[in-house]
């Protein structure tokens, strides 16, 4: 779901005559309401240039083989895992919300792995039997 409370408001990112829509707020977050775009678009909006080595961002360059397809348009799903960029879609609204770069610290998925932990009384819980409801896990360690 697209949160349209922002308390600013979303402005158009790379050359205005492309067929794409391209929206980012302060935050580095874009929605996106297509997955192929052109490397100026994307430059312009994340300041990673398509280059023969690969897509770079200062001195950092990395090699993305699959990064163009046969249009020459900008695959925005192979560049984003490369990248480490976090890739959600809401298929209900038809639009998809690219985070910024990470450096590969950062989830990629909401997806929680399956956790079984012990309850207050020493019983295997299993989080699963949590699924469909929201969860707050606490954790602490004493170093």
Not at 16 to 32: C, F, I, Q, R, V
Not at 74 to 79: I, N
């Amino acid at each position: 779901m697209v949160d349209r409370t922002l308390d600013h408001q979303p402005q158009t990112i790379g050359r205005p005559t492309s067929p794409e829509t391209l929206l980012a707020w302060n935050s580095g977050t874009m929605l996106l309401d297509s997955l192929d775009l052109t490397a100026d678009a994307f430059a312009d909006a994340t300041g990673w240039i398509a280059k023969p080595e690969g897509m770079c961002k200062g001195d950092v360059c990395v090699p993305v083989p699959t990064a163009f397809d046969a249009d020459g348009m900008l695959d925005v799903t192979a560049v984003a895992e490369r990248l480490g960029m976090a890739l959600v879609a809401d298929d209900e609204a038809g639009v998809w919300a690219l985070g910024p770069d990470s450096g590969g610290r950062a989830l990629t998925t909401a997806t929680v792995p399956p956790i079984e932990l012990p309850d207050i009384d020493g019983n295997p819980f299993n989080l699963a039997a949590m699924h469909g409801r929201k969860v707050l896990l606490v954790a602490w360690a004493s170093w």
